[in-house]
């Protein structure tokens, strides 16, 4: 039931022989689970205050992260956290209480010792306060690059259990409702796998799951936010040494986009970037490979570029209908043109620190650890060009490490040390929100 993620890890994150059957073979069909999940869900008391655990160091400079404005002034304070979004109610976060037998041990998913506890928060902007949803009960990972807001919540994909042993893990889907400020989940797949993809498709929420089931395949769910059902749409079923894998989806309100991994073979791998209409007929396909191989080059041998384009995939989008911007959990990530297949190149930004906001607004992109200027870049994409701006940070040793848009265009850059070894409590990890 495990075999995703033993291959997983015996390839050193290539999880080049998963996948499943040509897209030839697609299967529609209902899918029988849906509906509200058996609760594991864990809410407090009172959601307005910051969790108990927190009550006697919340005073502590040192575990929080102050809030400020383009200017560095000061709008508030959330706790140290260990995963931020960035929404149209304000600052979606996660803390952490460490289950492991050292606190200052991060464990976090994927861990077969003690669990460490993600809780989670929203910094509400406009009234300065932070309210407790709550945590997922034996939470194993989650995918937090795939969180996507949608009418007033934000959806995250969830697997409880263990990853490494060999039971069943489900895969969840968790929603957080922004304004009441409480938590849902729904059952995806009673067999989940860690890394997945997610993205909106009107008012439905489009899943991929790598089934853990004897028989590999990768099965894409429609989720329907109003009814809340979920609808099994396809199906790439895995046959022999020639086959079919999905890596990611992206819609862009028009298309959605398929990221679909090829296989005639272990080296004999091939990108292809695959068109759909809303009713999930495709429409064209285009092979990206050679996009994967000029970037990938820079940093991998030959003989193990084709291990590198086999890897998982955490960020994957379609700009304008011609760009591509993907990113895998190794060392490659790029922005390129599809029409011509050539990527942006390091004198326009896009490098191998070079990565994409989170959150549901318009995605900008950013160099982390200073890129190559060693400054705060932050480029947009308008009409095919990079336009740059450099972020001007109140202390010159901070370095942009998380960013992320809302919806409605407000902006948060999280900034913490240029060089760790300065690292001292007169300088605070900080998130700048404009």
């Given amino acids: ?22 897209s030839g073979s697609t299967k529609v069909q209902t899918y029988e689970k849906s509906g509200v999940a058996e609760s594991t869900i864990e809410t407090p008391e009172n959601s307005k205050n910051i969790s108990d655990e927190f009550s006697d160091t919340k005073e502590t400079d040192k575990n929080m992260t102050d809030i400020v404005d383009r200017d560095g002034r000061h709008i508030g304070q959330i706790p140290f956290n260990t995963g931020i979004t960035l929404t149209n109610s304000g600052i979606f976060y996660t803390t952490v209480i460490s289950g492991a037998a050292s606190p200052d041990t ?3 998913g994927m861990n077969e010792g003690a669990k460490d506890k993600v809780i989670y928060h929203l910094y509400d902007t406009k009234t ?13 990972y989650e995918a937090g690059y795939c969180r996507t807001e949608l009418d007033g919540k934000l959806y995250t994909l969830i697997t409880t259990g263990n990853a490494l042993d060999k039971d069943p893990d489900p895969l969840l889907l968790v929603e957080f409702d922004l304004q009441a400020h409480t938590i849902n989940q729904y059952t995806i797949s009673e067999n989940g796998f860690p890394y997945t993809s997610m993205t909106s498709v009107n008012d439905k929420l489009l899943i991929l799951n790598h089934d853990q089931t004897d028989v590999l395949d990768d099965k894409l769910y429609l989720f329907d936010t109003k009814s809340k059902q979920t609808e099994q749409v396809m199906q790439f079923e895995l046959n022999g040494n020639t086959f079919d894998t999905i890596r990611s989806m992206y819609s862009d309100g028009k298309n959605i986009y398929i990221l679909r991994l090829h296989f005639e073979g272990e080296n004999n791998v091939t990108m292809f970037l695959d068109t759909y209409g809303f009713d999930l007929k495709k429409h064209s396909e285009k092979d990206i490979s050679s996009m994967l191989k000029e970037s990938a080059g820079k940093n991998f041998v030959p003989e ?23 990113e895998n959990f190794s060392a490659t990530r790029f922005l390129g043109n599809i029409e011509d297949s050539k990527i942006f190149g390091e004198t326009e930004g896009a490098g191998d620190m070079f990565l994409a906001s989170s959150g549901s607004g318009a995605p900008f992109f950013y160099c982390i650890f200073g890129g190559a200027n060693n400054e705060n870049s932050i480029y947009e994409l308008k009409n095919g060009t990079l336009e740059k701006t450099v972020f001007k940070a109140d202390d010159d040793r901070y370095y942009i490490t998380a960013a992320s848009r809302s919806p409605d265009g407000k902006t948060l850059l999280q900034v913490d040390y240029t060089n760790p070894e300065d690292r001292n409590d007169s300088l605070p990890a900080k998130i700048y929100y404009f």
């Fill in 1 to 22: 039931m495990k075999r995703y993620f033993s291959l997983f890890l015996c390839a050193l994150l290539c999880i080049g022989i998963t996948g499943c059957k040509g």
């Fill in 128 to 140: 300065c306060e932070s309210y407790t949803f709550g945590s997922i009960t034996d939470q194993d």
């Fill in 106 to 108: 991060v464990t976090v």
């Fill in 304 to 326: 193990d570029v084709a291990n590198e384009i086999k890897q998982m995939v955490s960020r994957f989008m379609v700009l304008d209908e011609k760009y591509v911007y993907y």
